[in-house]
């Protein structure tokens, strides 16, 4: 079989844009499926061969046989989870995937993301087991991917017991709250190849936070405002070189753990979200384990992409270029899980 039997396809969200472009410049056909009402942008841009429409992302197991038929090769992104809302879903699909779904679990459960992060060496925001021990400040995460929706900061017990009661005491954790500069690092590891690229990085968008410095302290004080991290969009970052060897270490020991907990390990596009601080400490407080829409503002390459391809290389054309090689080696069970 090669490249013409086989499309790249994705959900219409997120990083798809990227993806879809992606597959194209690497000669591939590409196939998006979108929520009922939202596949302009698709149309507008000229971005897909193929364009399938369905009433909800969940509504994609009755596409699986055709997925099957057509060996349509998926590229997974954040907007799965909407699709797949629990990973026995996603496992139970037979369509073709790009990445290793092994992994996930060790993406999806804090805890052991945590032991992952930990045993790669990485430098982790203190976890408080109970509320009594907070003397500091903390955020308040919950589970699953909610783009930092609803977190909120506390600096002590009394704090952290009056906001919590809002959320009706969902189920969350307390970490350290690190003040530094975020960064996140978007990496690609290749099976093919077992290099590790840093292809890019960002920092995100948030509101309200990243629009609280626009009001005065006093103001902030006076209307009550309460710091939140939903996530809008992302802009751009080049780190001081000096950090570079130790981005690259930090991202070869993550691979070379995950390899000891599962086999096959990470696969393609990973990125770690750093906060560095004043003291030039790089805290790592996550770790995702596909594609990022971070990635999204180098759809034409990146600054550091381009010091080593001849062609603008995205991210989701990254993705596209491994699948290529890998049909081309016949070794396409290396990427595919
Ligand atoms: P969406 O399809 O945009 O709702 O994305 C699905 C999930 O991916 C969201 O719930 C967020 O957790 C995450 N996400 C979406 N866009 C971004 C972004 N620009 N930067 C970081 N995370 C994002
Ligand atoms: P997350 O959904 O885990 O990526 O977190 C959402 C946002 O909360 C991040 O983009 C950061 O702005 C902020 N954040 C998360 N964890 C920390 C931390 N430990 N210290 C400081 N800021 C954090």
New binding site residues.
């Given amino acids: 079989m090669d490249l013409k039997d086989y499309k790249i396809g994705t ?1 219409g ?2 990083s798809s844009l990227q993806i879809l472009k992606g597959a194209r410049d690497e000669g591939f056909r590409n196939i998006i499926i979108c929520e009922k009402g939202r596949s302009q942008p698709y149309r507008s841009y000229r971005i897909a061969d193929e364009i399938i429409e369905i009433d909800s992302f969940k509504d994609i197991v009755k596409l699986e046989q055709r997925l099957i038929d057509e060996n349509v090769i998926l590229v997974p ?3 799965f ?2 699709a797949y809302t629990d990973l026995s879903a996603l496992n139970a699909s037979n369509a073709l995937y790009f990445g290793n779904k092994k992994i996930l679990p060790w993406e999806e459960n804090r805890e052991k993301q945590r032991d992952w992060l930990k045993k790669a060496g990485l430098k982790l925001p203190k976890i408080y087991k109970t509320p009594e021990e907070i003397d500091g400040p903390v955020i308040i995460k919950f589970f699953g ?5 609803g977190f909120f900061l506390a600096k002590n017990p009394a704090e952290f017991y009056k906001k919590i009661k809002e959320t009706e005491n969902k189920r969350h954790i307390i970490q350290e709250y690190i003040v530094g500069a975020p960064i996140y690092v978007h990496y690609f590891y290749s099976p093919l190849s077992g290099e590790l690229e840093v292809m890019s990085m ?1 920092k ?1 968008y948030e509101t309200n936070v990243d629009s609280i410095g626009r009001i005065s302290a006093k103001d902030q004080l006076d209307l009550n405002i309460e710091s939140s991290y939903n ?4 802009i751009p970052v080049v780190i001081r070189e000096k950090f570079l060897p130790d981005l690259f270490s930090m991202g070869e020991r993550v691979i070379e753990v995950s390899q000891e907990l599962e086999p096959g390990g990470l696969i393609g596009p990973f990125c770690l979200e750093t906060i560095i601080t004043p003291e030039m400490e790089i805290y790592v407080f996550e770790i995702s384990a596909r594609i ?3 990635t ?1 503002p180098y759809i034409n390459g990146s600054p550091y992409a381009d010091l080593r391809y001849d062609v603008p290389m995205s991210t989701g054309r990254r993705v596209a270029l491994e699948i290529k090689e890998a049909i081309e080696s016949n070794q396409l069970e290396k990427v595919l899980g």
């Fill in positions: 959900l969200s997120h992104h954040g907007s989870f909407s991917a909610g783009g930092g929706k960002d995100r996530i809008m969009g992302n990022v829409a971070g999204n």
